[in-house]
């Protein structure tokens, strides 16, 4: 697995909730000067910073490469609904990353996309029994101004689980980024620039 793992989340006596990631090893100044694909490489080696997101949320790089990746996480009980199977946010949260790594790793320096529409097919209720959720998603088309890309989800058998489709503005890449390397950990405030 890779070294990106659900990190241990804290609540604090004011009420914030913070992230221990791992610590990454290597260089830390690539952020916004390479490729999409080099970015995406750089995080799933543990060089730079994932987004904190996927530590929460259990979240792991198993492959990136040019116009895809491949992402999967773990339907723990914890995600569970009311009325019983993992809440689809969790799906879509698998979905969402998925897609927006396979959109970002096909985009040249200076580039990243915002997301103009998600589209989720939720085929059968996920469970804890269900094992290992893998997302592979691809770019259909990747323009000036637009990308497209879909994934497909599948439980531990290989069973069919979800289908997504997202669309993405292409957009420059803004000249402020997250923190490159922090204490290594993550206040939600420390994440959103909140003051």
């Given at each position: 697995?890779?070294?990106?793992?659900?990190?241990?989340?804290?609540?604090?006596?004011?009420?914030?909730?913070?992230?221990?990631?791992?610590?990454?090893?290597?260089?830390?100044?690539?952020?916004?000067t390479?490729?999409?694909?080099?970015l995406?490489?750089?995080?799933?080696a543990?060089?730079?910073?994932?987004?904190?997101a996927?530590?929460?949320?259990?979240?792991?790089?198993?492959?990136?490469?040019?116009?895809?990746?491949?992402?999967?996480?773990?339907?723990?009980?914890?995600?569970?609904?009311?009325?019983?199977?993992?809440?689809?946010?969790?799906?879509?949260?698998?979905?969402?990353?998925a897609?927006?790594?396979?959109?970002?790793?096909?985009?040249?320096?200076?580039?990243?996309?915002?997301?103009l529409?998600?589209?989720?097919?939720?085929?059968?209720?996920?469970?804890?029994?269900?094992?290992?959720?893998?997302?592979?998603?691809?770019?259909?088309?990747?323009?000036?101004?637009?990308?497209?890309?879909?994934?497909?989800?599948?439980?531990?058998?290989?069973?069919?689980?979800?289908?997504?489709?997202?669309?993405g503005?292409?957009?420059?890449?803004?000249?402020?980024?997250?923190?490159?390397?922090?204490?290594?950990?993550w206040?939600?405030?420390?994440?959103?620039k909140?003051?």
């Amino acid at each position: 697995m890779s070294s990106v793992n659900l990190a241990a989340d804290r609540t604090s006596s004011d009420g914030n909730t913070s992230i221990d990631v791992p610590e990454a090893q290597g260089e830390t100044g690539r952020v916004g000067t390479g490729s999409g694909l080099d970015l995406l490489r750089a995080m799933a080696a543990n060089e730079i910073l994932s987004p904190p997101a996927m530590a929460l949320l259990g979240i792991e790089f198993v492959s990136i490469r040019d116009g895809g990746a491949t992402l999967r996480r773990e339907p723990g009980d914890y995600l569970y609904n009311p009325v019983g199977p993992a809440h689809g946010s969790a799906v879509a949260a698998l979905l969402d990353l998925a897609l927006g790594s396979a959109i970002q790793s096909a985009l040249p320096a200076g580039r990243t996309y915002t997301t103009l529409d998600t589209r989720i097919s939720y085929l059968r209720p996920l469970t804890a029994a269900s094992g290992t959720l893998t997302a592979v998603a691809q770019t259909l088309d990747i323009g000036e101004r637009r990308a497209v890309a879909e994934a497909h989800l599948t439980d531990a058998d290989g069973q069919a689980c979800a289908t997504a489709t997202m669309t993405g503005l292409v957009v420059e890449k803004p000249h402020e980024v997250s923190p490159e390397k922090p204490d290594r950990t993550w206040d939600v405030s420390d994440w959103f620039k909140i003051s």
